[in-house]
T-cell receptor, first 109, second 114 residues
């Protein structure tokens, strides 16, 4: 079966750095996506990785290791507005997105 | 530019009733999707459409139907609602459904079936 695992909840301090991990087992791989979802709102796109390595986009970076079936999202200089759920999703061999349950990130002052 | 709109925003429905959730996009995207999101679970694909006139079944299609008469609209119909269909429903669209294609989501419809 296909599976995406990520921690259910994480807590971090404003101004700090947090790393959210995602491991996956899917039938085929056509890229990995990270989305942000604030409570009661729609998911919004953060990043896409298809090759191994780190993609940096401002305060957010995403890393991929295809051989390990592993990705992480790194958030730097945390702000209160970063409190949200972060969703990991893999595009499988049928080009369908398989989603993790999401990691709820709580930022404390 | 509105992006993707969904209606209604929320709805309480009696079991056994028929309900259509509406989704419209103005980005001229070819591909559209319906997901449901339940607490503790990832988004699950109900139905999708890669282009106007075609539809396909996702992971959890039972009890739902869709149509894609044109590029912009992708309604989801619950023929006879059951309490297990209580969920938040998100419509999404993307350019062509390919590998690097990013999906953009509507604001969601919160549906309660009693």
């Amino acid at each position: 079966g296909q599976n995406i695992d990520q921690p259910t909840e994480m807590t971090a301090t404003e101004g700090a750095i947090v790393q959210i991990n995602c491991t996956y087992q899917t039938s085929g791989f056509n890229g990995l996506f990270w989305y942000q979802q604030h409570a009661g709102e729609a998911p919004t796109f953060l990043s896409y990785n298809v090759l191994d390595g780190l993609e940096e986009k401002g305060r957010f970076s995403s890393f991929l290791s295809r051989s390990k079936g592993y990705s992480y999202l790194l958030l730097k200089e945390l702000q209160m507005k970063d409190s949200a759920s972060y969703l990991c999703a893999v595009k499988d061999s049928n080009y369908q997105l398989i989603w993790g349950a999401g990691t709820k990130l709580i930022i404390k002052p | 530019i509105a992006g993707i709109t969904q209606a209604p925003t929320s709805q309480i429905l009696a079991a056994g009733r028929r309900m259509t959730l509406r989704c419209t996009q103005d980005m001229r995207h070819n591909a559209m999707y319906w997901y449901r999101q339940d607490l503790g679970l990832g988004l699950r694909l109900i139905h999708y459409s890669n282009t106007a006139g075609t539809t396909g079944k996702g992971e959890v299609p039972d009890g739902y139907s869709v149509s894609r008469a044109n590029t912009d609209d992708f309604p989801l119909t619950l023929a006879s609602a059951v309490p297990s269909q209580t969920s938040v429903y998100f419509c999404a669209s993307s350019d062509d459904g390919g590998a690097q294609d990013t999906q953009y989501f509507g604001p969601g419809t919160r549906l309660t079936v009693l």
